[in-house]
């Protein structure tokens, strides 16, 4: 009799915790659930338990602490972002009328009659003003790019032609330079959703890059998918981390005019479109590399 008691009470207690440890695991599940979907939200709703369970509760009300913290510091980040964003375009919105201003009165001084040396110095004041140009328009439009928030305007383009037209508009400068490009294309164009003028930069700013620090050569592939690979050696760029070539205003000290901009302007752009870019180094040979979805 005893043991027929005993097998009854162990049953109901098997019972008892079994469901007890289903309803803690489904709670647990859907702590889970909202935790998800309150991360990817933007949103300051918190994690909500209708469970009595104490450690379910305990582990719902840590999270709710995490998740207060987290909205704060990603709000702060975010108003810090704006802060700069708008700082950097007012700067150099504002840097635009006094370097015009003073490209205006070069032109002036350089119709007036001057000495040699009065001459060369002006020359001087002329290169370090379009420099200061160059790196104000950057500013301006990376910090356009960066800010936007708007979807960009996609089309159907064919990628092999709008590279072709790059190189095309480059072809003068790289030949000047001794470069002549080695280009690998498909036959037939390739189609991919993009925005058109978003590619011409893109396109544009590594054919520049590759402008100021290749030692002479230049290779251009694309393959079939459209993944494209410019490819060129440069011994300045021995020992230097590529990852930081897409960092902002970074460049190397040896670059012909360069604002560090142009290749993190690509990045934001080809990422913006659903694409990668990276790059590498094979001994002094420098590749970077883009790839499209879909």
């Known amino acids: 009799m005893l043991s027929w008691i005993l097998c009854i009470v162990f049953g109901f207690a098997a019972v008892f915790f079994g469901v007890r440890l289903y309803l803690v695991r489904r709670s647990v599940r859907d702590v889970c659930r909202d935790l998800g979907e309150l991360l990817k ?3 300051n709703g918190l994690i909500s338990v209708s469970s009595g369970d104490k450690a379910v509760r305990e582990l719902a009300a840590g999270l709710n602490r ?3 913290e987290l909205k704060r510091l990603q709000r702060q980040y975010e108003s810090g972002g704006r802060e700069l964003k708008d700082a950097v375009t007012n700067i150099s919105h504002d840097l635009r009328t006094p370097l015009t201003a003073i490209c205006g009165y070069l032109e002036l001084l350089e119709r007036e009659p001057k000495s040699e040396a009065v001459e060369r110095y002006i020359g001087f004041i002329r290169n370090r003003a379009e ?4 790196l104000t328009e950057e500013l301006f439009r990376y910090s356009v790019i960066i800010s936007t928030s ?3 305007v996609l089309e159907d383009l064919d990628i092999r032609a709008s590279l072709e037209d790059s190189i095309a508009g480059f072809y003068a400068a ?8 080695q280009i690998s294309l498909p036959e037939i164009g390739i189609i991919k959703r ?3 003028e978003a590619l011409s930069r893109i396109y544009g700013n590594i054919l520049n890059n590759a402008l100021k620090y290749s030692d002479g050569d230049l290779y251009v592939t694309m393959t079939s998918d459209g993944a494209t690979e410019f490819s060129n050696t440069s011994e300045n760029l021995g020992g230097v981390d590529v990852g930081k070539l897409f960092d902002r205003f970074f460049s190397v000290e040896a670059a012909r005019n360069s604002t560090g901009l142009g290749l993190a302007i690509s990045k934001a752009l080809v990422e913006q479109m659903g694409g990668s870019i990276s790059a590498r180094m094979d ?3 420098l590749t970077i590399r883009i790839e499209w979805g879909g």
């Not at 420099?131 to 160059?134: E, S, T």
């Not at 790289?174 to 490009?181: A, N």
């Open 131 to 134: 420099a200061m140009k160059q």
């Open 41 to 43: 939200e933007d949103t």
């Open 66 to 68: 995490h998740l207060k």
């Open 150 to 152: 708007e979807d960009m």
């Open 174 to 181: 790289l030949t000047e330079r001794g470069i002549e490009p």
């Open 283 to 285: 001994g002094d040979l």
């Open 194 to 196: 993009l925005n058109r």
